[in-house]
């Protein structure tokens, strides 16, 4: 990989799979700039502290995206803890049923992601069995909205689905201690293909 190339690379997969880990780890270890969502502006602020209905979070987290991404220069290489495959597999739980299949939610999905300004160019989605992801982030206190068993589960079993939907997409696998999933990701990100620019939807 040549670091010259401009990345976006989205670390995605339910709660207590390391994601924020893992972001920490590309971000040092290969010098790329480090995003994460829900952003820590007041948009992103506002968010995560309210108990919204799946349709608002999906366009409030679609919006908060939109507006940090906007203001990002295009010739760098990031590494995002989340991206818009959050809002596919989490709001996707309650909004699938909406359509008539997985096929037609996700023209839906793709559709809407039209109106952000750049999307990841690669995508690594961490799992792990659900009861051991809940395990992980018990330690942290008071669990969220969306830290529930079934919904988790479902929640990864939509993950699965980007499989031959999305580029560049990988899984990988965090069921084990964080040093085996670190090499795991070495491993990956050296065979990255390099991308000349970020794609543009403008
Ligand atoms: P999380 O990555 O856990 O943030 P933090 O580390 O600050 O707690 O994200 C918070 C929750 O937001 C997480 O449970 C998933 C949810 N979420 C969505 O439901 N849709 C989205 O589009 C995003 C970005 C996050």
Do not use: C
């Not at 952003?39 to 992103?44: N, V, Y």
């Not at 940090?68 to 760098?76: E, M």
């Amino acid at each position: 990989m040549t670091h010259s190339s401009r990345i976006y690379l989205a670390i995605e997969g339910i709660d207590g799979t390391g994601k924020t880990y893992v972001a920490d780890y590309i971000s040092k270890k290969y010098s790329f700039v480090k995003l994460q969502e829900p952003s820590k502006s007041e948009l992103g602020n506002f968010i995560s502290n309210g108990a919204w209905d799946p349709v608002t979070d999906f366009f409030l987290f679609m919006a908060d995206r939109a507006s940090f991404l906007k203001d990002l220069p295009r010739d760098t290489n990031y590494v995002s803890d989340r991206s818009l495959y959050s809002s596919f597999a989490y709001q996707g739980y309650y909004l699938m049923e909406r359509f008539r299949g997985i096929d037609e939610y996700f023209e839906f999905f793709m559709n809407s992601s039209k109106i952000l300004p750049f999307l990841p160019t690669h995508v690594f989605v961490l799992f792990s069995d659900v009861d051991l992801a809940l395990k992980r982030i018990s330690g942290r206190g008071k669990l969220t909205r969306f830290e529930k068993r079934d919904y988790l589960e479902k929640v990864q079993e939509i993950y699965f689905s980007l499989k031959g939907r999305v580029e560049n997409i990988k899984f990988v696998d965090s069921n084990n201690a964080l040093d085996d999933l670190f090499k795991l990701i070495d491993k990956e990100i050296t065979s990255l293909s390099p991308q000349g620019h970020l794609p543009s939807n403008k």
